[in-house]
């Protein structure tokens, strides 16, 4: 089944960094809205960054000035570097379209502990 692969997870203390990948595969990431997303068990998935077709990006509120989107469009391959890591950003990190999302991958875990 096509879906995204993420990857780049890990534990890391607080103010730690870590960068994650997203292989879109299904999605070519140049000509697509594409984004981030983070799930905490027990809560609904939410939206953490976005980088539009023209390469503009959007952060949440929470990451901004601390997360950094960005793509390699040769190697169809979607980035969230991520500095200054807090314990509120533990979650599973997705990717996705921003529009019409295609079916989810498995995401990549993140911990933030001490």
């Known amino acids: 089944q096509v879906q995204p692969v993420e990857s780049g997870g890990g534990s890391v203390q607080p103010g730690g960094s870590l960068r994650l990948s997203c292989a879109a595969s299904?999605?070519?990431?140049?000509?697509?809205?594409m984004g981030w997303y983070r799930q905490v068990p027990g809560k609904e998935r939410e939206w953490v960054a976005s980088?539009?077709?023209?390469?503009?990006?959007a952060y949440t509120d929470s990451v901004k000035g601390r997360f950094t989107i960005s793509r390699d469009n040769a190697k169809n391959t979607l980035y969230l570097q991520m500095n200054s890591l807090k314990f509120e950003d533990t979650a599973v990190y997705y990717c996705?379209?921003?529009?019409?999302?295609?079916?989810w991958g498995q995401g990549t875990p993140v911990t933030v502990s001490s």
């Open positions: 996705n379209k921003i529009l019409t999302p295609i079916t």
């Open positions: 299904g999605i070519i990431v140049s000509a697509n809205s």
């Open positions: 980088i539009n077709r023209h390469g503009t990006a």
